[in-house]
């Protein structure tokens, strides 16, 4: 389905106008009043071409192109040739398109045979996932559906934090303090805890610090006490975020993490050496990013052990050998911009022309009002608890409006978490935000609930309707404002998905659901369907149809469900 600014686009094209197709599209507007036309195109970059005023190009264009289907008028308003699109053509393609490809309305094979690596969530052993985890777990799992959506062929990849010097202090803090019951009771709180009070003691007693050295060195070369520790560590750690990864529906290809990555650093060290990328400096081995104006980086620490970097540098050429990617994704937060700046400076150095298809997404920052989110001091809010906490909420917001629903609790579940995944996926990512109870579960703001309701609506008249009789539907009968402005909604869904995936923006997507929900209710307001006359009744109810398939199967793009009824 071509958007009409293409079809607008390519008719200036054909018509020779004498600028060239990205141009025109790129000039194409909305005008702020569809009275005016519901596209405009100004014509002031033609005048300096054309050496004409833009008054008199847009009034001899408007008399000399011959307006194609989908277009029902071309008029010029001033500087400006204004498009009317053709009502009665934009629903009927809507409605039968949505019809036809169902829950597959907006999907498309611009990633054909093309692989996508989406790495997210990223979690790290021992630690807790806390509600700062969210943004990269949610992000991450629509940026992978939406590349999914479009024909790649995906593998997402929790990359776990499972190596490195903490593990040797977590490991000299269990030989001191370790109590296996209180662990298996509550695993990452007690190993947390092992964690920040070792902290603490390393921070009075340096000692302390050399024998977490010493562990870690162990570990490294397998001694089969640490590594059993290691081992027992992470997988009740994994057993924690599991619990979580199902509350919200995500699921990982590999959990390929940095200790997977530590069989091929001696390659790469090698492959470093022999590229004569290496330089020493204080004992440590660094490679020299000056000339890229990047802070230089260490590969090798004075003390021989790898670093976080030269550990992303081996899983970058791991991922090329194994997966041969198209796109490289990392979902990491935006503290970490210098980090992959470096990474694709230092492949590039090394001459891999395919660091440009290494993508860090990076995202800002959720805080909760007066709460700081810092593992080192142990004051964490478990993300757990968030999602449990906004079933409950949930719970009693259906008590107070509709206490008599069938499946309360699994409502419940699919409308808490599904709000606080909806309000993670609404601003722009890069944007910081605070967390807040009232926005997120609002059933009238800009939100999931609002959404599932607008479904749980349309589902409601539908099955008021009982069955619809959809032969030889008029569209012509639905093309007041409000059907229009729905229809268009729906109309720009597959635009705004396309986009979400060039920019790895998913709020393109999430707010264009809004935006149909909105319609939506504007549409019911202004327009009565099952007392409407049957010709315009059967119309309409086809709208509401159309309405409710394309919420519930954009909901589910970013990874939320929506109830039939709530
Ligand atoms: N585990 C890291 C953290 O929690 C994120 C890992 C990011 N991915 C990467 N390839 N470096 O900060």
Same mark, same amino acid.
């Given at each position: 389905m071509k958007s009409y600014k293409e079809i607008i686009t390519e008719l200036l094209v054909a018509s020779d106008i004498g600028l060239a197709y990205d141009e025109i599209l790129e000039t194409i507007e909305i005008p702020p009043d569809n009275a005016m036309g519901d596209y405009a195109f100004p014509c002031f970059k033609l005048a300096k071409i054309k050496r004409n005023s833009p008054v008199n190009i847009a009034k001899d264009l408007s008399e000399t192109i011959s307006k194609p289907q989908g277009i029902a008028k071309i008029i010029n308003q001033g500087p400006y040739l204004n498009f009317f699109i053709d009502r009665t053509d934009i629903v009927k393609t809507v409605i039968e398109n949505v019809k036809e490809k169902g829950d597959k309305y907006g999907s498309s094979d611009i990633g054909k045979g093309k692989n996508a690596i989406v790495e997210y969530s990223s979690t790290n052993i021992a630690k807790p996932f806390h509600i700062g985890h969210i943004r990269s777990t949610v992000i991450g799992n629509v940026i992978k559906n939406l590349y999914k959506f479009t024909g790649y062929n995906t593998t997402s990849i929790n990359y776990l934090g499972d190596h490195g010097t903490q593990f040797g202090?977590?490991?000299?803090?269990?030989?001191l303090w370790g109590d296996d019951d209180k662990i298996n009771e509550n695993p990452i709180k007690e190993l947390l805890k092992l964690y920040v009070d070792y902290n603490e003691l390393a921070n009075q007693d340096p000692e302390k610090m050399d024998d977490a050295r010493r562990w870690f060195s162990e570990l490294e070369s397998g001694n089969p006490e640490a590594v059993k520790l290691w081992e027992w560590f992470k997988e009740i750690s994994l057993g924690e975020f599991?619990? =979580?990864? $199902?509350?919200? @529906? =995500?699921?990982f290809d590999s959990y390929n993490g940095e200790s997977f990555s530590s069989q091929f650093i001696d390659d790469v060290i090698k492959e470093l050496r022999d590229k004569n990328l290496l330089e020493m400096s204080d004992g440590a081995e660094i490679i020299n990013l000056e000339d890229e104006g990047l802070p230089n980086m260490i590969v090798i620490k004075s003390d021989g052990s790898s670093t976080y970097i030269t550990r992303d540098i081996a899983t970058a050429l791991y991922r090329k050998r194994e997966y041969d990617f198209h796109k490289n994704i990392y979902v990491v937060g935006s503290q970490q911009i210098l980090h992959f700046q470096q990474l694709k400076a230092c492949l590039k150095k090394m001459g891999y022309e395919w660091a440009d298809d290494c993508i860090h997404v990076p995202f800002g920052m959720v805080s909760l009002k007066d709460q700081t989110l810092s593992t080192r001091r142990g004051q964490v809010v478990f993300l757990e608890d968030v999602l449990n906490k906004a079933v409950e909420k949930t719970e009693e917001i259906i008590n107070?409006?509709?206490?008599?629903?069938?499946?309360? $609790?699994? =409502?419940?579940?699919?409308? @808490?978490?599904g709000a606080v995944i909806f309000q993670e996926l609404f601003?722009?990512?890069?944007?910081d935000y605070v967390f807040d109870w009232d926005n997120t579960l609002n059933y009238d703001g800009e939100t999931g609930p609002y959404v599932q309701y607008t479904i749980a609506r349309a589902n409601s008249i539908l099955e008021r309707a009982g069955k619809i009789n959809n032969e030889a539907i008029d569209y012509s009968l639905i093309i007041s404002d409000s059907e229009f402005e729905l229809a268009s909604t729906i109309y720009n869904l597959p635009q705004k998905i396309l986009d979400a995936v060039e920019k790895y923006e998913p709020s393109y997507v999430t707010r264009q659901l809004v935006e149909i929900a909105s319609a939506f209710n504007s549409f019911y307001n202004a327009c009565p369907i099952l007392n409407a006359e049957s010709d315009i009744k059967n119309a309409r109810l086809e709208l509401v149809s159309c309405t409710a398939s394309v919420l519930r199967s954009g909901l589910k793009l970013l990874g939320i469900e929506s109830p039939n009824k709530m």
């Open positions: 202090m977590m490991i000299a803090a269990y030989k599991n619990r =979580v990864y $199902d509350m919200l @529906g =995500v699921e107070e409006r509709n206490p008599n629903l069938e499946n309360k $609790d699994e =409502v419940a579940k699919q409308v @808490g978490i601003s722009n990512r890069i944007k």
